[in-house]
């Protein structure tokens, strides 16, 4: 045996585009120092124009603001450090690793991260954590025009994200999702810790004892219980102000995604409220995020899930997790297992103990009545007898239709296998033998998903129905040549739970209510 090298494992590189269980993460990331990059990751990255970015060649590799491939924790810990814990930040204020960790350990297979910048520190200032928040949205500091307060921020019309242009190099954050085609997820785990307030100082005061000092006969019985150490996990807490620049940030990626990703699902956690604002959080959530689509001010939309509550995790007691990260984790499992037109309701959460704040069954299913109640409108968690488990599966979609997130997520696969469809028909003539064509491919893919259990009736022609030539076109359509096609389509709506009361009457018999 002449010699013996190692090599490390390259993070998986290959797409496919009709994958639905890749995350975009976009978010603040601490780089790892690189001298070099393994060979088929440096080939990828100068395939796809983000050579230059990068600087590959001069010694030092940057890959902050371009999307990095990892396909598992130990990869992610190659690219970016773990754990951070500096002068300048805390492991509590690195939302994103926290993210990716609990991504990979709900059954998540792969995913991107984008790094734009260091995690901001848990003391950093309101102009500090509007300079993030601007780097996280937009990648570049100056398009809140300035403001220095929250009170400004939370006054101000966000800026649309810009959609990419053909150069690479004007690309930031998530504007590189496009160019990733196997990506149908995406999150910001950063947002809800940059729109808190600044926590109050600590008190340095010392009490002194007025009382005199008394002393006591030594006792040499059984030695006293020690009271054991009860530790309280905390979280970002969000006021009112908070819950309104969250808004607007959310808001403005789904503005994007309608515009650019209408495959994509972006996933968010719902930001902790204050504890004055702790009986009245979901009524205001629901008032000033939740009435509203993005057009007109708000965050109701079939591309966005929003989880709520945040998470205990034992291995971290001293902090609330997110639950944005296992979230996308349990969605990522569920479409790999079983079909991402399948519901992750029901599923258990792995290493976590328990929720915060705990919800009680009204709560949950009744405030502020049925119809716009936390089950019905977020992805929630709760603790059950078999540990914590995901109640439901929700968009926050104001159509019942578009209500399971199940349904959007059958929408994107849709969206993205018809694409690829189409780009194979796109130098034809627009002739009945293209519609016939079209029609024909559609029809096997909805027949394909109908086969799988995606969509619902006794027969093909009762799920599904493709109809594409002059009664979905116009004249100028054809002279133009657009191929349009409709599609009339079943879902297979999840039943993600049945609540059933039995009623026992004096005699001894039940009765079903």
């Known amino acids: 045996m002449p010699a013996i090298w190692f090599e490390e494992k390259t993070p998986e590189l290959s797409a496919d585009p009709h994958r639905m269980d890749v995350v975009l993460f976009v978010g603040l990331a ?28 001069s010694g ?49 297979r792969k995913a991107y991260v984008v790094s734009m ?11 500090q954590r509007i300079k993030a928040l601007e780097r996280v949205l937009y990648g570049v500091e100056g398009p809140l025009k300035g403001v220095t307060t929250r009170q400004e921020l939370a006054s101000l019309t966000f800026p649309l994200l810009d959609s990419p242009c053909s150069d690479v190099a ?14 149908a997820l995406a999150a910001y785990p950063d947002l809800p810790y940059l729109v808190t307030p600044l926590p109050d100082p600590v008190s340095l005061e010392i009490f002194v004892r007025k009382d005199p000092e008394n002393f006591v006969d030594c006792y040499e019985g059984e030695p006293a219980l020690v009271p054991r150490r009860v ?38 956690a719902l930001p902790l409220p204050v ?67 399948r519901s992750a309701a029901t599923r258990s959460l792995l290493g976590i ?30 603790k059950a007898s078999s540990g914590v488990v995901l109640a439901s599966d929700r968009t926050t979609s104001l159509d019942p239709s578009y209500g399971p997130g199940p349904v959007s997520r059958l929408m994107g696969f849709i969206l993205k296998a018809a694409r690829r469809l189409g780009e194979t028909l796109i130098f034809e003539n627009s002739s009945r033998r293209t519609w016939s064509q079209l029609q024909r491919v559609l029809t096997c893919l909805l027949e394909s998903i109908y086969l799988a259990g995606g969509l619902d009736g006794a027969r093909p022609q009762e799920a599904f129905h493709v109809v594409c030539g002059p009664e979905t076109m116009t004249w100028q359509d054809m002279d133009s040549g657009r191929l ?20 026992m009457e004096p005699n001894g018999n039940l009765r079903l209510e």
């Open 275 to 341: 504890p004055a604002l702790e009986s009245s959080w979901w009524n205001m959530a629901l008032e000033h995020v939740l009435e509203n689509r993005p057009e007109e001010g708000g965050c109701a939309s079939a591309f966005f899930q929003c989880a709520f509550p945040w998470l205990i995790d034992p291995s971290e007691p001293g902090f609330l997790l997110a639950p944005d990260g296992p979230l996308l984790g349990l969605l990522a499992a569920t479409a790999l297992a079983r079909g991402s037109f």
């Open 60 to 108: 030092l590799v940057s890959l902050e603001d371009v999307p990095v491939p990892v396909d598992s924790w130990e990869t992610f810990q190659r690219f970016f450090v773990w754990p951070w814990d500096s002068k300048d930040g805390t492991m509590e204020n690195y939302p994103m690793g926290r993210a990716v960790r609990s991504f990979f350990a709900q059954g998540g």
């Open 170 to 183: 004007t690309w930031h954050g998530i504007q590189h999702g496009p160019a990733l085609s196997d990506v």
């Open 484 to 503: 349009i096609a409709r599609l009339h389509l079943q879902p297979a709506f999840p039943v993600e739970s049945l609540q059933v009361v039995l009623a």
């Open 231 to 268: 530790v309280i996990p905390r979280g970002p807490r969000c006021d009112e102000i908070g819950l309104q620049v969250w808004k607007k940030a959310v808001q403005a990626i789904l503005l994007w995604i309608q515009e650019n990703a209408r495959e994509w699902v972006l996933v968010s």
């Open 117 to 127: 910048g260091n995690p901001t520190a848990e003391r950093a200032d309101t102009t």
């Open 30 to 57: 601490p780089l790892r120092p690189l001298d070099f990059l393994p060979e088929p990751l440096e080939r990828w990255f100068q395939e796809r124009g983000w050579a230059q970015g990068i600087q590959l060649g």
């Open 353 to 382: 103990s328990g929720t915060s704040p705990v919800l009680s069954l009204a709560e949950r299913e009744k405030a502020p009545d049925v119809s716009r109640a936390m089950v019905r409108r977020l992805c929630l968690f709760h």
